[in-house]
């Protein structure tokens, strides 16, 4: 008797216990779970998804976002100078910028896709809207670069991607402070030891110390 009391009163209390935990499982459920849910999503997606190919953040997607129509227009001055300029030095560097930033818009606008952010539109540059910003060329500087050749487009050329390459480096040195994502801090580095490297080159063809 004394035995099959015990036994109920054991299974009455874990069936209680049960419920209880149910109820309690329930109510934290819901009571946590925008809470919960708004933790989990911001950190354990962010940590085991990214984390994966490389976490990223928001400087990772300006600066690719602001790289990429920079390079562009780079890329748009280089490919002038075949048929404009007049000095062997500068029609090389300009090959050479082209090689350089073209595979890297590439890169960078994968980057974009994989982060599931839009790259900017191929042929979307507002040059007015750059123009004294970031290095980049404004439309009438860039109708002075078109209309030139000779040693006026070589003079012009330098000068201006002098000032562009400044742009680039700045905005390259702020990726390095403030990015996250290991290959755009190193394609960062990169843009600035080349830039820097044809900043000095480009001084020196101009007869500057």
């Given amino acids: 008797m004394i035995s099959k009391r015990s036994l109920?009163?054991?299974t009455t209390a874990v069936a209680?216990?049960?419920?209880a935990a149910l109820v309690l499982a329930a109510c934290g459920g819901n009571g946590n779970s925008s809470a919960g849910h708004d933790g989990h999503t911001a950190t354990s997606p962010s940590a085991s998804g990214p984390?994966?190919?490389g976490q990223h953040n928001a400087a990772d997607v300006a600066f690719a976002k602001g790289m990429i129509p920079h390079h562009r227009q780079a890329v748009e001055m280089a490919g002038l100078a075949p048929s404009r300029a007049e000095s062997a030095e500068v029609k090389k560097l300009a090959e050479d910028i082209k090689k350089a930033q073209d595979p890297e818009i590439k890169t960078m606008s994968g980057w974009l896709a994989s982060w599931g952010e839009e790259a900017p539109a191929e042929g979307a540059m507002?040059?007015?809207?750059?123009?004294g910003g970031?290095?980049?060329?404004?439309?009438?500087?860039?109708?002075?670069?078109?209309?030139?050749?000779?040693k006026a487009f070589d003079t012009a050329f330098m000068e201006m991607m002098i000032k562009h390459h400044e742009g680039a480096v700045e905005m390259a040195e702020a990726e390095q402070a403030d990015g996250a994502y290991a290959p755009a801090k190193q394609m960062a580095g990169a843009i600035i030891t080349s830039q820097t490297a044809e900043i000095t080159q480009m001084n020196k063809l101009l007869g500057r110390n």
């Avoid at 209680?16 to 419920?19: D, K, L, P, S, Y």
């Avoid at 507002?126 to 123009?131: A, E, L, Q, V």
């Avoid at 970031?134 to 000779?150: P, Q, R, T, V, Y």
């Fill in 8 to 10: 109920v009163r054991r």
């Fill in 16 to 19: 209680a216990a049960g419920a």
């Fill in 51 to 53: 984390a994966a190919l």
């Fill in 126 to 131: 507002d040059h007015s809207k750059h123009g």
């Fill in 134 to 150: 970031g290095g980049m060329m404004s439309a009438g500087e860039m109708d002075k670069l078109k209309n030139s050749s000779g």
